[in-house]
């Protein structure tokens, strides 16, 4: 993650460029963006060690009530549904994963998708007992296909905010069969994300625009209500830009609406930061050299897979922001 300010008020003093580690936060002076540093950076945190007890039964997002007799051979269809397993003490038991699992921790299990589709030839060459995903995983037909070969399918929400991600690992820990690890994590998580929000609560009111944006592609979008990224800026105690500016989660990037919600801050993905050339290509982008973030070069980046994961990492990604936009 790399944050770039240039500061015109009391909290953000000078131009500094930080560079977040698993070590914690290192800051270097100057003005350039540092290196982009990888998601699979960020350790998942270990809250349990999980002892499967099966059967378990199930009833997942679809509706459909389902029997899993072994969880001893785990493929994920999903990054947040692995960070779960993780964190539950379950990661040795996933065979295969897709490519949104990204962690390091994951590095080496194979990948079982082409893109994000599931391949049923991939996921049934694991030889795995479950199959687990969530709402974006297909498609359809392949899931249909691993089914047919007698595995169980379970499927999960897709979490878009901070409430979701608890009924996420709900799920998770009920179809392996280890409800009490899942409460585990659950309570780490709370206790981590409370003692971040206790200590950025009393920081000076920001507003924050997130960006969501592939340049090789011409997509330019800024995020509003259901985002995800608002319910992030929102737990830190800061504004939300789209929020406050009536949009939906995605819209259009446009120069009046952006300079309209004034962000003091925008926050992008490290690859869509990459996409557009950088900072100075963003600046370039329509309105954003006109607001208080683009004048003072204020921005932060995290990692594609890590900011909107709403999974055990969640709460570390909270204390990075705190610490970028209350220095």
């Not at 499927?155 to 905010?161: F, H, Q, S």
């Not at 991600?165 to 994590?185: E, F, H, L, N, P």
């Not at 592939?214 to 209500?225: A, E, H, V």
């Not at 789209?242 to 993905?269: C, H, N, Q, R």
Request: hydrophobic share 45%.
């Amino acid at each position: 993650m790399i944050m770039q300010f240039r500061s015109r008020s009391a909290p953000l003093i000078a131009a500094i460029a930080i560079v977040v580690s698993v070590a914690g936060l290192t800051a270097c002076s100057g003005s350039s963006a540092a290196n982009l540093t990888s998601a699979t950076s960020v350790a998942i945190p270990v809250s349990a060690h999980a002892t499967p007890t099966m059967p378990a039964t199930v009833t997942d997002v679809t509706g459909k009530t389902i029997t899993v007799t072994s969880a001893d051979r785990i493929v994920s269809l999903a990054g947040g549904v692995t960070e779960t397993l993780f964190a539950m003490g379950l990661g040795d038991r996933i065979v295969g994963r897709d490519i949104s699992s990204e962690v390091s921790e994951a590095a080496s299990i194979p990948l079982v998708t082409t893109a994000h589709d599931a391949s049923v030839e991939g996921v049934l060459s694991t030889h795995p007992t479950v199959v687990i995903g969530d709402e974006r995983s297909g498609p359809p037909e392949a899931l249909a296909g691993i089914r047919k070969a007698g595995v169980p399918v379970v499927i999960v929400p897709e979490v878009t905010d901070l409430a979701g991600a608890a009924k996420r690992v709900r799920m998770i820990a009920t179809a392996v069969g280890s409800v009490s690890a899942g409460d585990q994590v659950l309570a780490a998580q709370a206790a981590s994300i409370a003692k971040v929000r206790e200590r950025t609560k009393s920081g000076q009111p920001l507003t924050v625009a997130f960006l969501y944006l592939r340049g090789t592609s011409s997509i330019y979008l800024i995020g509003g209500k259901g985002s995800g990224a608002d319910s992030l800026v929102e737990a830190l105690g800061a504004r939300d830009a789209g929020t406050i500016a009536g949009l939906g989660p995605f819209t259009p990037l446009t120069a009046e609406a952006l300079v309209k919600s004034k962000p003091d801050v925008i926050l992008v993905m490290t690859k869509g930061l990459e996409s557009v050339g950088g900072i100075d290509g963003l600046l370039a982008l329509p309105g954003v050299a006109a607001t208080p973030a683009g004048r003072d070069r204020r921005v932060i980046a995290i990692d594609d897979g890590e900011l909107l994961s709403f999974g055990p990492r969640t709460s570390i990604t909270l204390e990075k922001l705190g610490d970028a936009l209350w220095p």
